[in-house]
Nanobody
Framework: QVQVVESGGGLVQAGGSLRLSCAAS????????MGWFRQAPGKEREFVSG????????YYSDSVKGRFTISRDNAKNTVYLQMNSLKPEDTAVYYC????????????????????WGQGTQVTVSS
């Protein structure tokens, strides 16, 4: 079993920055893949970014590319999502997900590829 816990959400003005953290504990594995998804009110959950532990490959949705950066700390089994130039449309509950599989693209974008999910953290961007 793997436990996933997000932190770092909050309220920020448009143009500001936030950094989300996601710590994985339990039976983690070197072949993990971790991802960030988000769900805005009235919308479906969507892929934001992902990172493959084995080689550090990163992936982003078109809507956040160039503004968000995903990174990892292997020693802490933690992944970070640095969010810059935030827009009101980035407002959502952000979820961290993990799997002990080394996912390739495009499977890394699919919710069904992940086995473990956090509770989510709210990010609100005011205009």
């Amino acid at each position: 079993q793997v436990q996933v816990v997000e932190s770092g959400g909050g309220l920020v003005q448009a143009g500001g920055s936030l950094r989300l953290s996601c710590a994985a504990s339990g039976r983690t594995f070197s072949a993990m893949t971790m991802g960030w998804f988000r769900q805005a009110p009235g919308k479906e959950r969507e892929f934001v970014s992902g990172i493959r532990w084995s080689d550090g490959s990163t992936y982003y949705s078109d809507s956040v590319k160039g503004r968000f950066t995903i990174s990892r700390d292997n020693a802490k089994n933690t992944v970070y999502l640095q969010m810059n130039s935030l827009k009101p449309e980035d407002t959502a509950v952000y979820y961290c997900a993990a799997t002990r599989s080394s996912l390739t693209y495009p499977y890394l974008k699919r919710q069904s590829g992940y086995d473990y999910w956090g509770q989510g953290t709210q990010v609100t961007v005011s205009s």
